[in-house]
């Protein structure tokens, strides 16, 4: 094996750059994702997370760790599909976690110019690599994994991994909702998909429904193919991070209800009891036995009850001959924004005035209308009740009555089988619950949870679990690091926080090199005499030219 030995030299590079001389430049830096795949490699997570991943294959020429490392690296990166492997390998920091022996940069004959050449796994490369293992062999793996087994090992591996690294909130609050994963509708090869009308609120519509409605919102009615997703998420009460702890993908005409029970029982089996001590969920999902099936797991439940249910009928019955009178909690106003420190003389009088014409114009114009926002809520309390039939717990109910600052006024019941030491605590501790709404939509909108490039189930099944895995792994990480600040950042806002640090210019000549920051280079490039701006130039064209071929393309060995 042949060497080739670079020196740092900055001032030999600084005056070769001077006369229009270089080599080669490229950007280098910090990157916080080598410390996270670093992490699960050093740790070991990934090597026990791939011990328990039901693989179909019966040989193992390539590493499962790599393969779990991979997929985590594309759904970091929000990659469509696997042929963006290559790309994002060397853009990313899975690369510089791995062996420093498997990886190096040779020369190619064709153009001269060094590339990355990668050692695979299995020994039967006739051409140099450029990646660890090929883009076929992630997508045939993913493809071939049964989507049942692919869940049960999310729901139970990947929890037990979770709660080795310390990640459950000792409060014990999780929460199950479900959402809908739309695909194109005029396509009917996704396989298990289901096809339904959606009316103008985003949920489906019945015949009746639909006929029932005005001409103008049954014209906002469309047809929308889908599949319904049932997740597990762990939260806390601070609302500082949340944990997909399993999924169950479902025909989008599939009720979610029987879900629930199933995986509770799964997550508690892989972590014993005293992990998961209550669970809130929608009306969508309450079922009796459901709640007497989570009570004998040591599992309290937190829900909403329908209007019309015996138990909201009888709460109501009770709290109107109760003399007892209703407890009202007034909504703390939030705070005003704060100023921006240091604030300029000049800037604060300006903004002083700007404030003072704003509160005239608002004196002239009358008192504006109120606003649909949320001032106060009666509640009370009752007693335990079992006139649920199908559910063999009492339950405790909470009478809500919601007032709002433009006078409108709504009436809901909590039920649960806790004791809350304060019953106001039942209803902000409900609150919470709308966290996992937004979970879903940061992960469909900006972790690209939906954009599905195949029809087959399991790589549906696997794109879903993979953007949650690493969703979870990276919000560990970032506790890890104290970057806690981040945990609810959407994905590109995470990349460009974590992803370029301390970043300098290396430019290379006659194998030695020398570190520039950004301005330092552009004063070089700008105070060249013209013969060396033109050498200069025609170099950088030419490794421009150079690199817009893709670095996947095989080259034979020189």
């Given amino acids: 094996m042949s060497w080739e030995a670079f020196e740092e030299d900055k001032p030999f590079v600084t005056e070769a750059l001077r006369r229009g001389s270089f080599d080669y430049l490229e950007v280098v830096g910090k990157v916080a994702e080598t410390d996270f795949f670093r992490r699960l490699l050093g740790d070991g997570v990934l090597a ?171 014209r906002q009615c469309q047809w929308r193919r889908c599949y319904r997703a049932v997740t597990l998420s762990h939260i806390t009460p601070e609302r500082d991070y949340s944990l997909r702890c399993g999924t169950t993908v479902l025909p989008g005409k599939a009720a979610e209800c029987p879900a629930v029970g199933p995986l509770a029982e799964r997550f508690v089996g892989a972590v014993g009891p005293g992990v998961m001590t209550l669970l809130l969920y929608d009306r969508g999902l309450i079922d009796g036995k459901t709640v007497s099936r989570l009570k004998a797991l040591g599992v309290d439940s937190l829900f909403p009850l329908k209007r019309g249910m015996d138990l909201w009928t009888d709460a109501e019955a009770l709290a109107a001959a109760d003399p007892t009178p209703w407890v009202r909690h007034v909504l703390p106003k939030p705070p005003p924004p704060p100023s921006p420190p240091e604030r300029p003389e000049p800037v604060a009088r300006r903004e002083a005035a700007r404030q003072r014409t704003l509160a005239r114009k608002r004196k002239e114009a009358g008192p504006p209308a109120p606003a649909h926002t949320l001032e106060a809520i009666d509640y009370k309390w009752i007693e ?48 919470l619950r709308g966290d996992i709404e937004e ?44 970057r806690g600040d981040l945990a609810g950042a959407s994905r590109q806002r995470l990349l460009d926080a974590l992803l ?29 005499p013209e013969g060396a701006r033109r050498r200069a130039l025609g170099k950088t064209r030419q490794l421009r030219r150079a690199q817009l071929r893709p670095p996947d393309l095989p080259w034979r060995r020189p």
Avoid at 394 to 411: K, Q
Avoid at 417 to 423: C, I, K, M
């Fill in 48 to 218: 026990r997370l791939a011990a328990a991943y039901p693989t179909p294959r019966q040989k193992e020429e390539v590493p499962l760790w790599l393969y779990l490392a991979s997929e985590l690296t594309l759904r970091l990166h929000g990659a469509m599909g696997f042929g963006a492997y290559p790309y994002v390998l060397h853009c990313g920091g899975l690369l510089d976690a791995l062996d420093p022996a498997r990886s190096e940069a040779r020369f190619d004959p064709a153009s001269g110019q060094p590339r990355p050449a990668v050692e695979g796994f299995n020994h039967k490369n006739h051409y140099t690599r450029t990646t660890p293992c090929d883009q076929d062999f992630l997508r045939k793996l993913a493809r071939d994994t049964p989507a049942a087994a692919l869940e049960e090992w999310f729901g139970t591996a990947v929890v037990r991994e979770y709660q080795t690294l310390g990640a459950f909130d000792p409060h014990g609050l999780f929460a199950v909702d479900g959402t809908y994963l739309f695909v194109p509708p005029d396509n009917d090869r996704y396989e298990g998909s289901s096809r339904l009308r959606f009316g103008p609120d985003g949920h489906p519509v019945s015949r009746e429904e639909e006929a029932a409605m005005p001409p103008e919102r049954r």
């Fill in 384 to 431: 335990p009740s079992r006139v649920w039939e199908t559910c063999d717990v009492p339950l405790n109910v909470l009478l809500v009555r919601h007032h709002y600052a433009d006078g409108d006024h709504f009436e809901w019941a909590l039920a649960s089988t806790r004791l809350f030491d304060r019953p106001l605590e039942m209803w902000t501790t409900y609150r």
């Fill in 439 to 482: 979970d879903h939509r940061q992960e469909k909108c900006f972790w690209d949870m939906t954009r599905f490039r195949s029809t087959a189930f399991p790589l549906i099944v696997n794109r879903v679990l993979f953007v949650e895995l690493a969703s979870s792994l990276l919000q560990i990480f970032l506790r890890q690091i104290e």
């Fill in 500 to 528: 370029p640090q301390e970043n300098k210019v290396a430019l290379y000549h006659r194998q030695r090199y020398g570190h520039f920051t950004s301005y330092e280079y552009q004063e070089l490039l700008l105070t060249l």
